[in-house]
């Protein structure tokens, strides 16, 4: 059975640090791209980063970008998202997916995880 | 950037009611188009995909349409199981979401 579990969510204060990770299962996860989506509290769903199954290639939302950085450990099938600066907005739920076709991280995504929550508050 | 605009935000119907949500496209996305649902305090499940492609799983009652840039989901016979958020998802280029559509019981 492919699966995605998300960890390391929690409280944080703005300005602060935390790291997500995404352990895969029941897949050749070097082979594939991912992705991570957060959904603010009763908002949309909203990209927020990619990379590349080789890890070579990363994208970022703009609302992100110089903030946030993915990253995949392939030998522990493990995503990571490192998330700095972090502010109020960024308080959200955030979800792993995997897309259908592995080589571009833009495709739809056939596969998601359950979410960790981050909320960022004093 | 391609804007993904969805209507109507909230819908309101009964059980056993034929639903159409359209998905806008700013430009065209030729078939690049995904559907998916989502229940609170679950992950978004897939439902159609290229447009038109039922995900494999998902009651027929889903079907899907549209190319370039106007699309469509449409619920043949609501069920219960329904009332949700839905949302469309280009895949042409850059991932972007539209702001989802309500189907709540009327």
């Known amino acids: 059975e492919v699966q995605l579990v998300e960890s390391g969510g929690g409280l944080v204060q703005p300005g602060g640090s935390l790291r997500l990770s995404c352990a895969a299962s029941?897949?050749?996860?070097?082979?594939?791209?991912m992705s991570w989506v957060r959904q603010a509290p009763g908002k949309g769903l909203e990209w927020v980063s990619a990379?590349?199954?080789?890890?070579?290639?990363?994208y970022y939302a703009d609302s992100v970008k110089g903030r946030f950085t993915i990253s995949r450990d392939n030998s522990k099938n493990t995503l990571y998202l490192q998330m700095n600066s972090l502010r109020a907005e960024d308080t959200a739920v955030y979800y792993c997916?995997?897309?259908?076709?592995?080589?571009?991280?833009?495709?739809?995504?056939?596969?998601w995880g359950k979410g960790t929550t981050v909320t960022v508050s004093s | 950037d391609i804007q993904m605009t969805q209507s109507p935000s909230t819908l309101s119907a009964s059980v056993g009611d034929r639903v159409t949500i359209t998905c806008r496209a700013s430009?065209?996305?030729?078939?690049?188009l995904a559907w998916y649902q989502q229940k609170p305090g679950k992950a978004p499940k897939l439902l159609i995909y290229?447009?038109?492609s039922l995900e494999s799983g998902v009651p027929s009652r889903f079907s899907g349409s549209g190319s370039g840039t106007e699309f469509t989901l449409t619920i043949s016979s609501l069920q219960p199981d329904d009332f949700a958020t839905y949302y469309c998802?280009?895949?042409?280029?850059?991932?972007?979401f539209g702001q989802g559509t309500k189907v709540e019981i009327k």
């Open positions: 997916a995997k897309p259908s076709n592995g080589h571009y991280y833009y495709y739809y995504m056939d596969v």
């Open positions: 029941g897949f050749t996860f070097s082979s594939y791209a």
């Open positions: 990379i590349s199954g080789s890890g070579g290639s990363t």
């Open positions: 430009q065209s996305i030729s078939s690049w």
């Open positions: 290229k447009a038109s």
């Open positions: 998802q280009q895949y042409n280029s850059y991932p972007k």
